[in-house]
């Protein structure tokens, strides 16, 4: 069992930044991949970005440029960095761990982009 807290969540206003970050703990063994969705009220969850190892990233179109996810293994904490905000960006973002048996979510930390 995998347990996921995200924080770093808040009001941003256009065009500035947040970091998000995700700590892991619990039964972590091996390699696994983390990253984030997001969901916008009335949608579904889309991917946001996921890192399967340093260096090996891949983002949603719509954030690629803007956003960067990085891994701190040895404290199991992933983060979000995410530049040039847009209202679009307005959702709750889940962390998640995909070992390939297994994925867990995180709670969600809520992001409102709005002036």
């Known amino acids: 069992q995998v347990q996921l807290v995200e924080s770093g969540g808040g009001l941003v206003q256009p065009g500035g930044s947040l970091r998000l970050s995700c700590v892991a703990s619990?039964?972590?063994?091996?390699?696994?991949?983390m990253g984030w969705y997001r969901q916008a009220p009335g949608t579904q969850r889309e991917l946001v970005a996921y890192?399967?190892?340093?260096?090996?990233?891949t983002y949603a179109d719509s954030v690629n440029g803007r956003f960067t996810i990085s891994r701190d293994k040895a404290k199991n904490t992933e983060y979000l960095k995410m530049n040039s905000l847009k209202p679009e960006g307005t959702a709750v973002y889940y962390c998640?761990?995909?070992?390939?048996?297994?994925?867990?979510w995180g709670q969600g930390t809520q992001v409102t982009v709005s002036s």
């Open positions: 998640y761990l995909n070992t390939g048996e297994q994925t867990d």
């Open positions: 619990g039964s972590l063994f091996g390699r696994y991949l």
């Open positions: 890192i399967s190892r340093p260096g090996m990233t």
